[in-house]
């Protein structure tokens, strides 16, 4: 896992975020995706993650220092993204980086983060199967989007899932869990197929998703191929309202880009819905749409964004230290904070106690909130029946 490595690595860091605070400012990171396939949902997290800083520089900053951000393009590719991370550690000397999205993205950084010692708050759901002293999780584990929603539509008297996903590490591993508890939930899995990631040529699944007959769709697909997958689906008659589609990458914006009409009566599940009834969300809506236009729509990746930047200030004033390593022992100690996602706190597995909503999506492009969890679930990165006897134990 390079635990050792990465604790090792953030020794080594202080001096480096040493120069930083000389200048009388923090560095801080943001990388995501601002061009290729993934640009149509990172750019706005980004976005977010920029507002979050405004917000915190006119309020004074952090331990009295204004933040600095430097933002680099992860250009939708892995590699990139991998290098890109390496020259905001080693050439800018952040104390700390925002960003990613894909699971490839984030895997490529890992050990990045973990051989130079610094912290990635990675704010998107993914596929759980791994466990870093050198990232914080705050993007949904399986158990707190995938499983819910399979737990959802059995309760709906949806049996036969066919699951259908870019051909990565996400809706791999995401449809991996996925079959064990179908299977254990005495469901059935009618069929499974896979696109390349950017992939627009969607006739043969959509063949195959006619001819299983299956309940419900699991979407996995990233990415603006999701623009394909719906525009070919809907061609071949298999709307919304005939063959409903459960997805787990697609949130307002995505929906809003897609075309609403589309997707109108379909399913997501997320952690956030910009529909939620919160003051903290009020807010947040208000301040994001008051400074990049009254029409923009919020996802649950953008919350996360936006919210991990004010849980990065908290764990920096507690540990009163930028140093990567105490902030994010600080972090698991912080409890619980309220944000626009509602209350959140760390767990000792560097991923966050959070609520989930299973939402359907209306011609607004915005998601009526069809169920909740009563209270923020437990994370849990390895899940019992695809990993069984793999635990993460951080702190």
Known sequence: MGKGRGLLGALGLVSLVGLSLAQGEVKVGVLHSLTGTMAISEVTVKNATLLAIEEINARGGVLGRKLLPVVEDGASDPATFAQKAQKLIQQDKVATVFGGWTSASRKAMLPVFERLGNLLWYPVQFEGNECSPNIMYTGAQPNQQILPALDWALEKGYK???LVGSDYVFPRTANLILKRHIE????????????????????????????????????????????????????????????PVMSFSIA?????????????????AWNYFMSLETPENRTFVKAYQTKYGPNELITDPMAHGYAN???????????QSFDPNAVRKAAVLMGWVSTPLGRVRFAENQSLYQAV???????????????????????????????????????
């Open 357 to 395: 909503y299973i939402g359907e999506l209306q011609g607004n492009a915005q998601f009526k909130i069809l169920w909740s969890t009563k209270e923020p679930v437990k994370p849990e990165p390895y899940d019992p029946l695809a990993f069984p006897g793999k635990t993460c134990k951080l702190h």
């Open 252 to 268: 307002e914006q995505e929906a809003k880009a897609i075309g609403p009409s589309l997707l109108k009566g379909s399913y997501a």
């Open 184 to 243: 254990a939930r005495k469901g059935v899995l009618s069929g499974e197929e896979y696109v390349p990631l950017g992939g627009t040529d969607f006739s043969s699944v959509v063949n195959k998703i006619r001819a299983a007959r299956p309940d419900v769709v699991f979407n996995t697909i990233n990415g603006d191929s999701n623009v394909a997958f719906f525009k070919q689906m809907a061609a071949a008659g298999l709307t919304p309202d005939k063959l």
């Open 160 to 162: 036969k899932f066919f």
């Open 309 to 319: 930047v004010y849980l990065w200030k908290a764990a920096v004033e507690k540990a």
